[in-house]
């Protein structure tokens, strides 16, 4: 089963906005790791913030963390065409294999 | 370009039948994980190895099964081919130490089960 969950399923931007992506989860975490995936091709690990950490930036990526809220935001700053892609939050949990849970991703359209 | 990859892109299998999928994985990542990702959903986690033995497993049953081998490479298979198991394929390594390490991917297998 899926633990995060993106919200919303689907954004469509002109290029040049801002994106904004959330993600809830139902566990206590590690960390929270943001992906993108084009066309359904393998994965591209973006940034990692860890449970005690707050906000974290990377070049145009913003990550913002609420571990009281199990919440996430990615938002990526003056969007370019070729951000267009799937965005897949991904928790690991503090017990077990350190293996990723995803949610379902937003499918983010940037148009030119 | 992550330094993972699987071969091979795509592969087409009747239901009854088995598969075997592999991944190459970086120099010096011990640990390689796998992952079924079905069209429109995020990835899920089938299992993960640690050098060469199974210590994680997802909830998918004894039919999907793995190795690792000594040169970073390892296998997927899928016994007894069902329809629901059409899907992308990705693994993943990493090296072991802390759970913050970054988990690179593989370009995937997309397998189709007729």
């Known amino acids: 089963s899926q633990q995060g969950e993106e919200d919303p399923q689907a954004l469509s931007i002109q290029e040049g906005e801002n994106a904004t992506m ?8 590690n960390n929270l790791q943001w992906y993108r995936q084009n066309s359904g091709r393998g994965l591209v690990h973006l940034i990692l913030i860890r449970s005690n950490e707050r906000e974290k930036h990377s070049g145009r990526l913003r990550v913002t963390l609420d571990t009281s809220k199990k919440s996430s935001s990615l938002l990526i ?6 951000d267009t892609a799937s965005y897949f939050c991904a928790t690991v949990t503090i017990q077990g294999a350190q293996k990723l849970v995803f949610g379902q991703g937003t499918r983010l359209t940037i148009n030119p | 370009e992550t330094g993972v990859t699987q071969s091979p892109t795509h592969l087409i299998k009747t239901r009854g039948q088995q598969v075997t999928l592999r991944c190459s994985s970086q120099s010096g990542h011990n640990t390689v994980s ?8 995020g990835p899920q986690f ?7 033995e199974e210590n994680g497993r997802g909830n998918f049953p004894p039919r999907f099964s793995g190795l690792q081998f000594p040169n970073y ?9 069902e329809l629901d ?9 990493r090296r072991t130490g802390t759970p913050y390490n970054e988990q690179f991917f593989g370009p995937g297998t997309r397998l189709t089960v007729l």
Not at chain 1, 77 to 82: D, E, G, L, W
Not at chain 2, 46 to 52: K, L, V
Not at chain 2, 73 to 81: G, M, P, Q
Request: hydrophobic share 35%.
């Open chain 1, 22 to 29: 959330n993600c809830s989860y139902k566990t206590s975490i």
């Open chain 1, 77 to 82: 700053t003056a969007s370019r065409a070729a």
């Open chain 2, 46 to 52: 089938i299992f993960q190895y640690y050098r060469e």
């Open chain 2, 73 to 81: 490479s390892s296998e997927l298979n899928v016994n007894a081919l």
């Open chain 2, 34 to 41: 796998w992952y079924q990702q079905a069209l429109g959903q």
């Open chain 2, 85 to 93: 198991d059409s899907a992308l394929y990705l693994c993943a390594s």
